[in-house]
């Protein structure tokens, strides 16, 4: 079964959509985060939910 780490973003409703992509970009290549849930607001504010797998080590003896 996966588990997921979640980060949950706002951001304000004077963000630009071009800088949100951007925003975005580096958490998906730097931290290998990917998009769950993005919920845009009619006043333009943003609400977006990232998750990233956790990787569990399991013991093999």
């Known amino acids: 079964m996966l588990d997921y780490s979640y980060l949950v973003l706002h951001l304000p409703r004077g963000t630009s959509r071009d800088a949100a992509r ?7 290549e ?11 607001y009619p006043d333009g ?7 990233r797998k956790i990787i569990r080590v399991t ?3």
């Open 22 to 28: 951007q925003i975005l970009t580096e958490h998906a």
């Open 30 to 40: 730097y931290g290998d985060w990917e998009l769950d849930r993005l919920r845009l």
């Open 45 to 51: 504010r943003r609400d977006v939910r990232l998750r």
């Open 59 to 61: 013991r093999t003896m």
